[in-house]
């Protein structure tokens, strides 16, 4: 067991994990398919994935549980499947993640419905998605457990629950869209907001992930959030904001560029960095490298 993941982060600052739904790509799976159904088919492949990730920096391994919910396992008829994918998912990344990193489950908001009055699933069918999910991954040897997404209501239901059935440590990452206006999570709310709401659900990281905006962007909403809670702070930016090139989807943001803009991450706040959507491990050898010499010369 790595030394406890909130002392590391008083000590310096973390690479978080790399995105397995975009990683995961480079080893055949198909964006059409359910993740972790491809994983527990797959696992070597995963367990390469994740090996490599660390050989890249990362501080952190993922799960590949983000779909692993009651709520994004019924579209593929796979509900029954809850359990196991994430107490496998989480020792498959056990048996291969080194003594000094960590393994993170990951779990995302009620996609693809919503908590009532916005959607349709109850506060109690909601709850008990979320608890069997976040059980099934302390069985199977997380360290932290990462919750994020733009449904805000849900993320700080999921989080109060994590604190009461468990004793790992909580991240919150919401996702922002930026408009004329500034930065809002899906409901609204503005990064002090957010970062206010899942701290007092009891996050012991609050951040932001994926959403439209840019790395110059995720140094101003890191300090805005930094203004209205006392909680760690993490930045998980997509890589660049997506564009259609001959029909696929494609992040314009090139590794080099993320290096370059994880100092101003920093020294906004972050403590956990890192990428989503269309970061590539080519980015987290540059942005580890930069991370890494950050820690040896300030903190």
Wanted: with cysteine.
């Amino acid at each position: 067991m790595p030394t406890d993941f909130l002392t590391r982060l008083r000590q310096e600052v973390l690479v978080l994990y790399a995105p397995m739904q975009t990683l995961l790509m480079e080893w055949g799976k198909e964006l059409e398919s359910h993740l972790s159904e491809w994983v527990l088919s797959h696992p070597e492949a995963y367990q390469e994935a994740l090996v490599k990730s660390y050989a890249a920096g990362c501080d952190m391994g993922h799960t590949a549980t983000q779909a692993s919910s009651v709520f994004r396992t019924e579209p593929f008829n796979l509900g029954s499947h809850v359990h196991e994918f994430n107490y496998k998912s989480a020792k498959l990344a056990r048996e291969v993640t080194p003594k000094d990193r960590f393994v993170v489950g990951n779990i995302s908001c009620s996609n693809p419905d919503f908590m009532e009055p916005v959607g349709s699933y109850t506060k109690d069918f909601v709850r008990d998605g979320y608890t069997a999910q976040i059980m099934a991954l302390g069985e199977g040897g997380v360290d932290v457990l990462h919750i994020s997404g733009n449904q805000i209501d849900s993320l700080c239901l999921a989080v109060k629950i994590a604190k009461e059935k468990t004793s790992l440590p909580v991240i919150a990452h919401s996702t922002f869209y930026k408009d004329a206006k500034g930065f809002h999570t899906m409901y609204g709310l503005d990064p002090k907001a957010a970062s206010r709401m899942a701290a007092q659900a009891g996050a012991d990281v609050v951040g932001c992930i994926c959403g439209l905006f840019s790395y110059a962007d995720t140094t101003e909403i890191v300090q805005q959030m930094g203004e209205e809670t006392d909680c760690v702070l993490g930045a998980q930016p997509d890589a660049g904001m997506p564009e259609l090139v001959d029909g696929t989807t494609v992040h314009p943001a090139k590794p080099e560029e993320m290096a370059a803009n994880v100092q101003g991450w920093i020294k906004a706040g972050a403590r956990l960095v890192g990428g989503c959507c269309g970061t590539s491990l080519g980015h987290y050898t540059e942005l580890s490298a930069k991370v890494r010499d950050i820690n040896r010369h300030v903190m």
